[in-house]
């Protein structure tokens, strides 16, 4: 996923309920952005961090600015990190479509957004005649609190719990289920879940995969440019 247009710099102020963000332009105006990100973002907030920023074309948009990337160093020097939870399923999107993730080819098609559960929308289905559909939801990581060590959650998640169990209840009606944790930090080299966050996450996850269900982690490959899927990490226990 290329941006669509060259993405800007700035200095962090503060980020504030939840979905806004203070900072200072290299012009020196200071400007609210749009922040998608609905999480804690531990070690991703700090006041003086350099981010990088895109501008809206549409005129009527309250907040022309959004907050895409973050200068951080998790101890093996600075990267950029991705910061908006809007591009994992797209991206997970585009690497489907080319069957650039292996265990998750080979389907005749590929649907987003799929009522299943409990009022709930799958993010991708994908269906073949010749087996099983398999329900696949995506989430985003970016919590990094040691070197290397991609984890999730970065804050209490009783929506992705839910999701856990869907997906369970789906394998137990004979469908395939994969929970895809798309990491959105280069350095990344393993991923585990963040227990001491969220323990009933924790549990919800171990239920989902003694029932069945599938789960994979994948890094990504980030510039000023844009952002795309790399490479598998492992899952640690």
Not at 10 to 21: C, D, E, G, P, S
Not at 149 to 166: N, Q, S
Not at 184 to 193: H, T
């Amino acid at each position: 996923m290329r941006f669509p247009a060259p993405l800007f710099p700035a200095t962090l102020i503060r980020r504030y309920k939840r979905f806004l963000a203070d900072v200072v332009l290299a012009s020196g105006e200071t400007v609210t952005v749009h922040c998608a990100n609905p999480g804690s973002m531990i070690g991703l907030n700090t006041p003086g961090a350099r981010v990088w920023l895109s501008k809206s074309s549409n005129p009527s948009r309250k907040l022309a600015h959004s907050w895409e990337l973050i200068e951080v160093d998790f101890g093996g020097g600075r990267e950029l990190v991705g910061v908006n939870t809007a591009h994992p399923n797209p991206l997970v999107g585009a690497a489907l479509a080319i069957g650039a993730i292996p265990e998750l080819s080979g389907y005749d098609t590929i649907r987003r957004e799929v009522k299943y559960g409990k009022n709930s929308r799958v993010d991708f289905l994908l269906e073949s005649a010749t087996r099983p559909a398999c329900y696949v939801e995506i989430k985003n990581v970016h919590l990094m609190r040691k070197a290397g060590l991609a984890e999730f959650p970065d804050a209490k998640t009783e929506r992705g719990a839910k999701h856990l169990e869907e997906l369970g209840d789906m394998v137990e009606r004979g469908f395939r289920a994969v929970m895809l944790y798309l990491i959105q930090i280069g350095s990344a080299k393993e991923f585990r879940l963040a227990r001491d966050i969220d323990p009933k996450y924790g549990a919800a996850y171990d239920r989902a995969r003694s029932r069945g269900v599938e789960a994979m982690a994948w890094k990504c490959r980030i510039d000023e440019g844009g952002i795309e899927i790399d490479a598998p990490v492992p899952i640690l226990g």
